[in-house]
């Protein structure tokens, strides 16, 4: 909480002897402090927010770190919450994960305040390094306050034959930018970018997303999903970027956006950057109303406007929510979901 580590559960024996590590960033500073030099904030900001991640690197006392050793497979998710407690807390959450060759993880992470009454100010960042054949699966979630503003870099770099899928549920916070950079290092290697945002009364969710292919035979799909209502605003900035080499990419974007109310308003601009002449990239945004026979349907069986909006949201999220192949993650996103229409 607000950067202090509170309690740590002590991973099974099994996982210790094959050699993973489930430790806070201050004591993996201590103990690992190799690894971390290696791939804490290895990469540069590239997508405008270079003032907060340097605040962020400066600040940073908190967070996690995870490591898979070559061949391990983590069967069941590690689970890692950042808490923010008390009036105008700042907090810099911080969660590294590498996954060296053919390892494999599901790392899920919560960040919330203790209070609806608190207001925070959060600038974290978390680094995804999935080595050679390596498959990570990293999960977040955030309720902030309604009266916080936040900001989340993630740093995804796959080498070759390795994949990436990368979730991240936007709830909370008065405003909050996200930034999601994804670079492809090695033939093979993939990176799935999911989001699901819902906007209420005056929220603004501010999306920026970046998909580097750096070598030839790499892939990409990125699928962004918005549901706005009252006077909810979203700012979606995606570019796919190939470069010279890079032959053989097959890159996908879209974001797609589900206007609740006649007030609320999305801005998209997916964009591609291609060096390379042997490709398949595509990209595209949708914006559309909640359809009126959808909701007459609903409403001749006695179901409320407001529930009715709630299960018409659950029905266009789920397109990214089946993406997860485990049923007791998505439950788990679903009940999230569900909390942010509970008056």
């Known amino acids: 909480m607000n950067d202090v580590r509170i309690t740590q559960e002590t991973l099974p024996d099994h996982l210790a002897k094959a050699g993973v590590i489930f430790d806070s960033i201050e004591s993996a500073v201590l103990r690992h402090p190799a690894l971390i030099q290696a791939h804490f904030m290895a990469q540069d900001s590239a997508l405008g927010s270079e003032k907060l991640t340097s605040l962020h690197r400066a600040l ?7 490591y898979v050793p070559k061949g391990v497979e983590v069967n069941l ?7 923010a407690s008390g009036g105008r807390a700042a907090v810099f959450p911080h969660t590294l994960v590498v996954a060296e060759d053919n390892a494999k993880v599901t790392v899920v992470e919560f960040r919330q305040s203790a209070s609806d009454t608190d207001t925070t100010f959060s600038a974290g960042v978390n680094d995804l390094y999935a080595g050679p054949g390596a498959q990570v699966t990293y999960i977040s979630g955030q309720r902030w306050s309604r ?7 993630n740093e995804t770099v796959v080498q070759r034959d390795g994949r990436v899928l990368s979730l991240g549920l936007q709830l909370g916070g008065r405003q909050v930018r996200t930034e999601s950079h994804s670079r492809l290092q090695g033939p093979g290697s993939f990176s799935k970018m999911l989001s699901l945002a819902i906007a209420h009364g005056d929220q603004e969710f501010d999306q920026r997303t970046l998909q580097s292919h750096q070598s030839a035979h790499t892939g990409s799909d990125l699928l962004y999903k918005n549901a706005l209502f009252d006077q909810g605003r979203t700012i979606f900035s995606g570019l796919i970027v190939v470069d010279p080499g890079a032959q053989k990419t097959d890159a996908y974007q879209s974001n797609r956006n589900l206007l609740c109310s006649p007030d609320a308003e999305s ?6 950057e291609i060096e390379a002449n042997d490709v398949r990239c595509t990209h595209g945004t949708t914006n559309g109303k909640i359809d009126d026979e959808q909701m007459f349907y609903l409403a001749a069986r006695g179901i409320s406007r ?38």
Do not use: C, M
């Not at 998710?77 to 808490?83: R, S, T």
């Not at 009266?147 to 870099?153: E, M, N, Y």
């Not at 009715?308 to 397109?319: D, I, N, S, T, W």
């Open 306 to 343: 407001p529930v009715a909006e709630e299960l018409l949201v659950f029905g266009f999220f789920e397109e990214v929510l089946e993406k997860l192949e485990d049923e007791h993650l998505r439950g788990v996103l679903r009940e999230l979901i569900q909390s942010k229409f509970q008056k």
């Open 147 to 153: 009266s916080s503003l936040g900001f989340q870099g």
């Open 267 to 272: 801005n998209s601009l997916p964009g591609l």
């Open 77 to 83: 998710p590690l689970v890692v919450y950042h808490w």
């Open 60 to 66: 940073t006392t908190g967070g996690a770190f995870i």
